[in-house]
């Protein structure tokens, strides 16, 4: 008899775990518990990729074209500081991106990195800062300086770039290719005065399931 | 008799200690401003895209083109992440998961519409170098299919990468040779006209839908409704008139897009839920007939055999090869284009749909009020037969 009840209640044991392990199934659940947030640095390769222009190539990149646009004579020997303004960048590769991102981030390394050897225009602002002008000029607000006469800076340089790509797709995945070119332009000549470039290359290939 | 109660408690555990983390489903209306949200909030995980696709056409239609945006760009999120492993793929290769489990990102046409669909958006918000980057894409998800004949065969993908190379100063002639060796099915577009400001993205007709054939549901095909619209005529301030006919037919798209890889694991999935089924069922008879023998050890080796072709059986029935048939169903079956040279300022735009004999559907027209702007920059209009009139765009 004892025998017979134990062997009963290992089978309800055996059943009761089933139902345990089947019970977490979670069926069309993805990480019923969530992901914690991950912090990153923006130049490391995240868990999260893709073939395109992601932050760790744009901190890359702008990183690299900062070093280089302080090394050039226009601007280590310029006699005063030369003013640059930023013309958007030229997006020609299969991604659509916040093009501004590039010019912003080495606009920001520039300036704190060699604080005093450049100064850049605020070209993009020049809406507001026309109807500043214009409020002193018409007296509504007031002015340290005669506002009649014209400040507003002229661009000495011209900072621009070009994304460019190539892309192949076989099945055996898809690779892209994006070479990121900046530009430093004398205004009054139109020489370019400064050029460097990255290139980074990409490859993936998705599920089976996907293709 | 005591071990009964036990065995019924533990049975009732059992019933008891089901997962709480189940899927809500989701009660449609039928509106999908009602149910897209919903669905993409509360729905399963797998299907957020496939409501992202619909809410944003959906919106495009009606004139809600930051919904849209912000549908679209999420969505293309996950299509340009999915690169490497993806647990839900990797599920829904094996025999026992469907290929519904996997997380939707539509097959090569709906993905190219996702990624035109953005680049409309992006040319709508003067970034004519982000919509170029969007129409390649697209190309390029079309260049999946196998075997070269169909690849990358879209003629607007083509002709709109060239103009915004044209319109930015490049040379757009080498994309604009592409449309026209592309263009077999209609008339070939005309060459770009770098004065036109007003830019129409024309579509109409039912687009294509999925469903499963084959003993077991396990293949993929495409029905392509008839569309009652054949072309369109564009009224610019009753003034100006333009005839459009298609430059792209999704449905060719669809069903021009060869096998598919997951075609082979559905394919397989379906043989081993043959021979297992009818491994099972020969096991069963076979044992069934040793059991009946007087012979015990036939009898022990037919109860063995009958244990044998239950779980293959059950094995069988599991199996789940069926093709996954979830469609972006909002799609139209047409796509066109025609671009416009208008004085800045306000017009008024009409835009009728004709029937397969040139005939105006009056309940189709839509009526756009349009402000082109007076800066160098292009307006853009996006029409559907489906779209709701009048609209300001």
């Known amino acids: ?211 | 008799m005591k071990k009964f109660p036990l065995a019924g408690v533990a049975a009732g555990l059992v019933m008891l200690c089901g997962c709480v983390t189940e899927v809500h489903r989701i009660d449609l209306t039928g509106n999908i401003q009602i149910d897209a949200p919903k669905a993409i909030a509360e729905g399963p995980p797998r299907d957020k895209v496939l409501w992202q696709y619909r809410l944003a056409a959906a919106d495009l239609q009606s004139g809600n083109f930051a919904q849209s945006k912000q549908m679209l760009d999420d969505a293309l999120l996950t299509l340009g992440g999915i690169y490497g492993k993806d647990p839900s793929a990797k599920k829904s290769r094996s025999y026992f998961v469907s290929e519904n489990k996997k997380t939707f990102i539509g097959e090569p046409y709906e993905r190219v519409m996702a990624y035109f669909y953005r680049g409309i958006i992006y040319w709508m918000d003067g970034e004519p170098d982000n919509a170029r980057a969007c129409f390649r894409t697209g190309e390029l998800e079309d260049s999946s299919s196998e075997g070269e004949q169909y690849n990358a065969d879209y003629v607007l993908l083509d002709y709109l990468d060239g103009l915004a190379t044209t319109k930015l100063g490049g040379d757009g002639s080498d994309a604009y040779q592409r449309a026209l060796n592309e263009c077999k099915l209609f008339a070939k577009p005309l060459p770009y006209n770098t004065n036109a400001n007003v830019l129409f993205f024309v579509q109409w007709g039912p687009g294509p839908r999925k469903y499963a054939a084959g003993h077991y549901h396990e293949e993929l095909h495409f029905s392509v409704p008839e569309s009652p619209v054949r072309s369109a005529i564009i009224h610019a301030d009753n003034v100006e008139s333009i005839n459009i006919g298609p430059f792209d037919d999704l449905g060719f798209q669809a069903t021009t897009r060869g096998g598919r890889v997951m075609d082979f694991v559905l394919a397989n999935k379906a043989v081993f839920k043959t021979a297992t089924g009818v491994a099972g069922n020969t096991a069963i008879i076979a044992g069934t007939i040793a059991a009946s023998s007087r012979n015990q050890t036939s009898q022990e080796v037919g109860l063995g055999l009958i244990a044998a072709g239950i779980i293959s059986d059950v094995v069988s029935a599991n199996t789940r090869p069926e093709a996954d048939v979830r469609t972006w169903d909002n799609l139209p079956r047409y796509l066109s284009f025609a671009a416009l040279q208008l004085a800045p300022g306000q017009h008024v735009v009409t835009v009728e749909f004709n029937d397969q004999f040139g005939q105006p559907m009056p309940s189709l027209t839509k009526t756009i009020t349009i402000n082109v702007p007076a800066e160098k920059r292009d307006q853009v209009v996006f029409v559907s037969d489906t779209s709701l009139t009048p609209q300001t765009q």
């Open chain 1, 1 to 211: 008899m004892n025998l017979t009840l134990n062997k009963c209640y290992s089978l309800a044991l055996a059943i009761a775990a089933g139902g345990f392990i089947a019970g977490c199934a979670s069926e069309g659940v993805k990480n019923p518990n969530g992901v914690p947030v991950t912090e990153m640095r923006p130049d490391e390769r995240g868990f999260v990729a893709g073939t395109g222009v992601e932050s760790q190539d744009m901190v890359a990149v702008t990183d690299k074209m900062a070093r280089s646009i302080l090394g050039i004579p226009q601007i280590a020997n310029a006699q005063g500081v030369p003013c640059v303004v930023l013309d958007p960048v030229r997006n020609e590769t299969r991604f659509p991106i916040n093009k501004d991102i590039f010019l912003t981030r080495i606009r920001v390394q520039l300036n704190s990195k060699a604080a005093g050897k450049v100064s850049f225009l605020a070209r993009d602002r020049m809406e507001a800062l026309e109807r500043e002008r214009n409020l002193k000029q018409s007296g509504q607000v007031t002015a340290n300086a005669n506002p009649s006469v014209v400040e507003f800076k002229g661009a000495d340089f011209f900072l621009t770039g070009t994304l460019q790509g190539m892309t192949t797709r076989t099945s055996g995945g898809t690779s892209d290719y994006i070479l990121y070119a900046f530009q430093l332009i004398d205004a009054r000549t139109s020489a370019i005065v400064w050029e460097d470039s990255a290139e980074i290359k990409k490859q993936g290939l998705e599920d089976a399931a996907y293709r």
